[in-house]
Protein backbone atom coordinates (compact mmCIF):
# COMPACT_ATOMS: atom_id res chain seq x y z
CA UNK A 1 0.00 0.00 0.00
CA UNK A 2 3.09 2.58 -0.46
CA UNK A 3 2.57 3.06 -3.65
CA UNK A 4 -1.00 4.01 -3.40
CA UNK A 5 -1.57 7.08 -4.59
CA UNK A 6 -3.69 9.83 -2.98
CA UNK A 7 -4.62 12.02 -5.31
CA UNK A 8 -5.64 15.12 -3.19
CA UNK A 9 -2.27 15.01 -2.20
CA UNK A 10 -0.42 14.57 -5.23
CA UNK A 11 1.51 11.87 -3.81
CA UNK A 12 2.22 8.05 -2.10
CA UNK A 13 1.61 6.90 1.03
CA UNK A 14 4.80 6.56 1.83
CA UNK A 15 5.23 10.79 1.37
CA UNK A 16 3.08 11.13 4.14
CA UNK A 17 3.26 11.49 7.83
CA UNK A 18 -0.21 10.26 9.90
CA UNK A 19 -1.67 12.09 12.77
CA UNK A 20 -4.71 11.59 15.00
CA UNK A 21 -6.64 13.88 16.97
CA UNK A 22 -7.50 10.59 19.49
CA UNK A 23 -4.87 11.07 22.17
CA UNK A 24 -2.77 7.58 22.28
CA UNK A 25 -3.59 7.10 25.75
CA UNK A 26 -7.49 6.46 24.99
CA UNK A 27 -6.41 4.06 22.49
CA UNK A 28 -4.01 2.32 24.83
CA UNK A 29 -6.37 2.61 27.45
CA UNK A 30 -9.30 0.64 24.89
CA UNK A 31 -6.65 -1.77 23.69
CA UNK A 32 -6.09 -2.96 27.63
CA UNK A 33 -9.99 -3.05 28.34
CA UNK A 34 -10.33 -5.05 25.33
CA UNK A 35 -7.72 -8.07 26.58
CA UNK A 36 -4.98 -6.65 24.12
CA UNK A 37 -1.46 -5.73 25.52
CA UNK A 38 0.06 -2.14 26.29
CA UNK A 39 1.67 -0.72 23.48
CA UNK A 40 4.73 1.50 24.18
CA UNK A 41 5.28 4.02 21.19
CA UNK A 42 6.59 7.37 20.98
CA UNK A 43 3.05 9.77 20.27
CA UNK A 44 3.97 13.62 19.68
CA UNK A 45 1.77 16.45 20.29
CA UNK A 46 2.13 19.06 17.14
CA UNK A 47 -0.41 22.29 17.14
CA UNK A 48 -2.17 22.10 13.57
CA UNK A 49 -0.22 25.50 13.51
CA UNK A 50 3.09 23.66 12.98
CA UNK A 51 0.92 22.07 9.42
CA UNK A 52 1.19 23.40 6.63
CA UNK A 53 -2.64 23.22 5.80
CA UNK A 54 -1.98 23.73 2.07
CA UNK A 55 -0.95 19.73 2.27
CA UNK A 56 -3.21 18.24 4.54
CA UNK A 57 -6.33 16.11 4.54
CA UNK A 58 -8.25 13.81 6.36
CA UNK A 59 -8.44 10.31 5.53
CA UNK A 60 -11.67 8.33 6.93
CA UNK A 61 -10.63 4.67 6.37
CA UNK A 62 -13.78 2.18 5.49
CA UNK A 63 -11.90 -0.88 4.30
CA UNK A 64 -8.26 -1.65 4.49
CA UNK A 65 -7.93 -0.20 0.85
CA UNK A 66 -9.00 3.26 0.50
CA UNK A 67 -11.25 4.77 -1.94
CA UNK A 68 -11.12 8.24 -3.35
CA UNK A 69 -14.53 8.57 -1.01
CA UNK A 70 -12.76 7.74 1.97
CA UNK A 71 -10.91 11.31 1.38
CA UNK A 72 -12.07 14.74 2.63
CA UNK A 73 -10.64 18.40 2.77
CA UNK A 74 -9.11 19.02 5.99
CA UNK A 75 -11.00 20.97 8.26
CA UNK A 76 -9.69 21.45 12.22
CA UNK A 77 -13.38 21.92 12.92
CA UNK A 78 -14.38 18.29 11.87
CA UNK A 79 -11.47 16.77 13.87
CA UNK A 80 -12.13 13.49 15.72
CA UNK A 81 -10.95 12.91 19.15
CA UNK A 82 -12.48 9.83 20.43
CA UNK A 83 -12.95 5.88 18.73
CA UNK A 84 -15.42 4.86 16.71
CA UNK A 85 -17.81 2.10 18.05
CA UNK A 86 -16.72 0.38 14.83
CA UNK A 87 -12.77 0.88 16.10
CA UNK A 88 -13.70 -0.97 19.14
CA UNK A 89 -16.03 -3.52 17.78
CA UNK A 90 -12.64 -4.38 15.76
CA UNK A 91 -10.60 -4.56 18.98
CA UNK A 92 -12.97 -6.98 20.51
CA UNK A 93 -13.02 -8.98 17.59
CA UNK A 94 -8.88 -9.53 17.03
CA UNK A 95 -8.81 -10.51 20.45
CA UNK A 96 -11.71 -12.96 20.26
CA UNK A 97 -9.37 -14.32 16.97
CA UNK A 98 -6.28 -14.10 18.70
CA UNK A 99 -4.97 -11.41 16.44
CA UNK A 100 -3.12 -8.51 16.74
CA UNK A 101 -4.85 -5.50 15.93
CA UNK A 102 -3.40 -2.00 14.35
CA UNK A 103 -3.92 0.47 17.12
CA UNK A 104 -5.56 3.08 14.53
CA UNK A 105 -8.32 0.94 12.52
CA UNK A 106 -11.12 2.64 11.22
CA UNK A 107 -10.27 5.67 13.22
CA UNK A 108 -9.92 9.18 11.35
CA UNK A 109 -6.56 10.00 10.14
CA UNK A 110 -4.93 13.39 8.95
CA UNK A 111 -2.58 12.98 6.45
CA UNK A 112 0.73 15.50 5.32
CA UNK A 113 2.81 15.75 2.98
CA UNK A 114 6.31 15.91 3.71
CA UNK A 115 8.67 16.44 6.59
CA UNK A 116 7.44 16.60 10.10
CA UNK A 117 9.98 18.97 12.13
CA UNK A 118 9.22 17.18 15.88
CA UNK A 119 12.37 18.78 17.63
CA UNK A 120 10.61 20.74 20.07
CA UNK A 121 7.01 18.98 20.40
CA UNK A 122 5.52 17.80 23.28
CA UNK A 123 6.19 14.12 24.20
CA UNK A 124 3.20 12.65 25.33
CA UNK A 125 3.68 9.23 25.98
Do not use: W
Not at 11 to 20: E, L, M, S
Request: charged share 25%.
Amino acid sequence: MPEYRIKALNCTFADVVFFTAIHPSKIRDALVKNGHEAFYARYYQIPISKLERRSLIFLNPGSERPEDSDFEEFNPANLEKSLSMRTLSYFRLCKDHKLQPLSHAYSQHTLCRGVVDVSESKLLI
